[in-house]
C-alpha cells in the first residue's frame, strides 16, 4: 500500500481532468450543490435525474459511480453522501472520504479528487473540512498486507487526491488542514500496523527497535532501561508482569523539546500501556478471541506514534512520552494470584488476578512519570474488559482529576471524532481495592471494573494534572467501516495529536 499524497489546487468541478471526481451531497437535497451545476449541464442534467429518481439518496457513506462518456473533462463522478445536513458533523467528511477512496480502489483508479462544497463551509472551518477529508482517504485506503504471499496481480494503488476549491483565498487553510491530516492519519497507520503485527514479531525488544526508528527519524530524545535498571529502581509492579515470559520487559523514555519550548517547560508527558500479549498470565483468558491481545500495546503506540507526529508537525511544546513495554505469560517464574509486589511509588499491591497487569505496569510508569513534574499527565490503555461492556464501541472512556483538562480532552475528542465519555472517578469506590495483607490489591471486585481500575491507577499520579483513557472499547473494530479497518483501530491517536494541537497552535 502506497501513501496518497494529498494535495490542494483552484479549480472548478466542469474544468477539471480526473480519472474520479468526487462530488459531495447532502441526503434530501432537492437541487445540487452550486459546484455541480455546470457538470450537471454538461450532463445534460442526468446528475440531478438519478437524485430526482432516488437512485442516489446522498445518505452518509452512499456512492454511486457516474461514467461520463466523454461529456464532461472528469471521466468519473462519483456521487458521495453526507447525510442530513442538519446533521452535519466534521465526521461525515471523513467517512465519506473513507467510502470514495474505497470505491476509486474497487475502479482500479490511481488517482481521484474532491470538490469542497462551498455552501457547507459556512458552518464548519474549510481547514477542519480538509484534514478531515485528508484522514478519511488516508484511513479510508489503510490495508495490512505484510503476511500475504503475493497473489501475482499487480494491486493498483491510490497514490493522488486533490482537495479542490473554487477560491484561491482558502488555499492556505486548506494546506494547513491537509499537514495535519496527514500527521495524524499517518501516525494512525503506524499504531494500526505496530498493532496488527503478531505477538511473535513485536515483542518489547523489537517495540524498542521501532521506538529507535521514531527517535531518529524525529530527532527526539530516547532513554531505554533494561530489566536490571528497573531493578534497580525498584519497579516491582512491571517486573512482576514480565516475570512469566521468555521476553525482557523494557521501559521506553522519548522527550521532544520543539521550538520556543523552554527547558524548564514542565512537559505533556503520555504514557501508554504496552503489553505485547496479554494471556491473562496465571489467570489466563479464556481461548476465544485471545488473539485480540496482540492488541494490548495499543496505548504504547499511540504515543509513540503521537511523539512522530509532534516533531513532524514542530509542536512548539516539551512533550514526553513513556512506554512500559512487557508480555503477560505464564510462565514457571510467572506470578501467582496473592503474591504481592513493590511498586516504584513504595506502595505495596496483592496482586490476586494476574489477569488485570495494565494497571500494574502502568502503576510504575505513572510513578515514573511525576518525576518530571508534567503540566500534564494523561495515560492511554486498554485497560479493562468492564469498558466494552460500559460503552460498546464508539466511546472512550475517560478519567481526570482536573476539569479544565478533561474539557480540553473532550473538545479534541469532538474534533478528531474519537469521543471520550467521562466517568466517576469517586473515592467510595476504593473500598472495593482493599487487600488483607498489602497496600491494595490488583483487581476490585463485582461491579465498576473500569472505575476501581481507574481508581488504582489515581493512587500512583500524586497531585499531577492527570487524565486516564481506557481504550479497550474502541481499539479494536469486529467490522470495517468507512474509515476504520476490521481489527486494530488506532483509535486514541487523532485525539492525543489534536489535544497538542489545540494546545500549542491557533
Ligand atoms: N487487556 C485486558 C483488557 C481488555 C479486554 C482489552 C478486552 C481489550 C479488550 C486487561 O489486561 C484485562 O485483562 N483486564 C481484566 C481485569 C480483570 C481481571 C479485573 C478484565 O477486564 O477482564
Ligand atoms: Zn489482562
Ligand atoms: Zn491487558
Redesign the pocket.
Known amino acids: 500500500m502506497k501513501k496518497i499524497q494529498v494535495q490542494a489546487q483552484v479549480g472548478r468541478a466542469e474544468n477539471e481532468v480526473t480519472e474520479v471526481l468526487v462530488l459531495l451531497c447532502c441526503e434530501g437535497a432537492s437541487d445540487l450543490a452550486q459546484e455541480t451545476a455546470a457538470i450537471n449541464a454538461q450532463l445534460g442534467g442526468q446528475l440531478a435525474a438519478l437524485i430526482q429518481r432516488g437512485e442516489f439518496e446522498g445518505k452518509l457513506g452512499e456512492g454511486l459511480m457516474v461514467h461520463t462518456q466523454g461529456k464532461a473533462k472528469a471521466k468519473r463522478l462519483l456521487l458521495a453522501g453526507l447525510g442530513k445536513a442538519k446533521d452535519l458533523r466534521l465526521d461525515a467528511f471523513r467517512q465519506a472520504l473513507g467510502s470514495a477512496v474505497k470505491r476509486v480502489r474497487q475502479a482500479k483508479v490511481s488517482s481521484f479528487g474532491v470538490v469542497l462544497p462551498g455552501a457547507l463551509l459556512e458552518e464548519i472551518p474549510v481547514q477542519d473540512v480538509a484534514q478531515a477529508m485528508t484522514e478519511g482517504a488516508i484511513l479510508g485506503n489503510y490495508q495490512f498486507t505484510a503476511y500475504r504471499s503475493p497473489n501475482g496481480s499487480k494491486p493498483v494503488d491510490v497514490e493522488r487526491l486533490t482537495i479542490y476549491t473554487a477560491q484561491a483565498s482558502v488555499l492556505p487553510q486548506i494546506n494547513e488542514g491537509i499537514r495535519r491530516g496527514v500527521a495524524t492519519a499517518e501516525a494512525t497507520v503506524l499504531v494500526r500496523d505496530l498493532c496488527n503485527h503478531p505477538a511473535n514479531v513485536m515483542t518489547p525488544t523489537r517495540i524498542v527497535q521501532e521506538a529507535k526508528a521514531v527517535a531518529k527519524e524525529s530527532g527526539v530524545r530516547l532513554k531505554v532501561l533494561e530489566q536490571k535498571d528497573m531493578e534497580q529502581l525498584g519497579m516491582g509492579a512491571l517486573l512482576g508482569v514480565a516475570r512469566g515470559s521468555h521476553e525482557p520487559p523494557k521501559f521506553i523514555i522519548l522527550e521532544y523539546k520543539g521550538a520556543k519550548a523552554k527547558r524548564g517547560d514542565p512537559p505533556v508527558v503520555l504514557v501508554g500501556k504496552t503489553?505485547t500479549f496479554?494471556t491473562?498470565g496465571i489467570?489466563l483468558k479464556p481461548a476465544e478471541n485471545m488473539e485480540?491481545?496482540k492488541a494490548?500495546m495499543t496505548g504504547g503506540a499511540e504515543v509513540l506514534a503521537t511523539m512522530r507526529a509532534a516533531a513532524r508537525l514542530k509542536l512548539p511544546l516539551h512533550l514526553v512520552s513513556i512506554l512500559p513495554v512487557a508480555e503477560n505469560m505464564p510462565g514457571g517464574r510467572a506470578m501467582r494470584p496473592g503474591d504481592v509486589v513493590k511498586t516504584l511509588s513504595g506502595k505495596t499491591v496483592e496482586v490476586q488476578?494476574t489477569?488485570?497487569?495494565?494497571r500494574l505496569i502502568l502503576s510504575d510508569a505513572l510513578a515514573y512519570a511525576t518525576r518530571y513534574k508534567p503540566a500534564v499527565l494523561l495515560d492511554i490503555a486498554?485497560?479493562?474488559?468492564?469498558c466494552?461492556v460500559a460503552l460498546g464501541q464508539f466511546a472512550i472512556g475517560m478519567f481526570g482529576n482536573n476539569d479544565q483538562l478533561k474539557e480540553q480532552v473532550r473538545n479534541a475528542g469532538m474534533r478528531a471524532g474519537e469521543r471520550v465519555w467521562e466517568m466517576p472517578l469517586w473515592e467510595e469506590y476504593f473500598e472495593q481495592l482493599r487487600s488483607d495483607v498489602a497496600d491494595m490489591r490488583n483487581?476490585g471486585g463485582r461491579g465498576g471494573?473500569m472505575i476501581t481500575a481507574a481508581l488504582f491507577l489515581s493512587k500512583f499520579v500524586g497531585d499531577c494534572p492527570w487524565i486516564h483513557l481506557d481504550i479497550?472499547s474502541t481499539?479494536w473494530s469486529e467490522r470495517e467501516r468507512a474509515y476504520l479497518p476490521k481489527g486494530p483501530t488506532g483509535i486514541g491517536t487523532r485525539l492525543l495529536i489534536q489535544f497538542l494541537l489545540d494546545r500549542t497552535l491557533p
Not at 355 to 358: I, K, Q, R, S, W
Not at 382 to 386: K, V, Y
Open positions: 503489553i496479554d491473562g489467570s485480540h491481545m494490548d488476578n489477569d488485570a497487569e495494565g486498554t485497560l479493562t474488559g468492564a466494552v483487581i471494573g479497550a481499539d
